[in-house]
Nanobody, 115 residues
Framework: QVQLVESGGGLVQAGGSLRLSCVAS????????MCWYRQTPGKQRELVAL???????RYGDFVKGRFTISRDNAKNTVYLQMNSLQPEDTAVYYC?????????WGQGTQVTVSS
């Protein structure tokens, strides 16, 4: 059974930082790309960041150098370090493990940025 458990969300003031974590189980973590998405009410989920199994990364255009995705294969954990947060970054952030023909999701963690 695949489980993705996010943590690290919360309330932060504009300009602040948060680090999200996602612990994965039930998958071959080191061979799997991992992603972070986010969603706000009434909008589609959008890709925040992706890291491949060989540590190549890709970010949504809105990130503009503020976020960093990383992984620790020994801990089956993917991180999202978010700096210079702005109110428009307020969303539920989801961990995702894409697989051929399917995709696994965590339950999400709320990030709220106050102005």
């Amino acid at each position: 059974q695949v489980q993705l458990v996010e943590s690290g969300g919360g309330l932060v003031q504009a300009g602040g930082s948060l680090r999200l974590s996602c612990v994965a189980s039930g998958i071959s973590f080191r061979s799997n790309a991992m992603c972070w998405y986010r969603q706000t009410p009434g909008k589609q989920r959008e890709l925040v960041a992706l890291i491949t199994n060989n540590d190549r990364t890709r970010y949504g255009d809105f990130v503009k150098g503020r976020f960093t995705i990383s992984r620790d294969n020994a801990k089956n954990t993917v991180y999202l370090q978010m700096n210079s947060l702005q109110p428009e970054d307020t969303a539920v952030y989801y961990c995702n493990a894409p697989r051929t023909g399917t995709s696994y999701w965590g339950q999400g963690t709320q990030v709220t940025v106050s102005s």
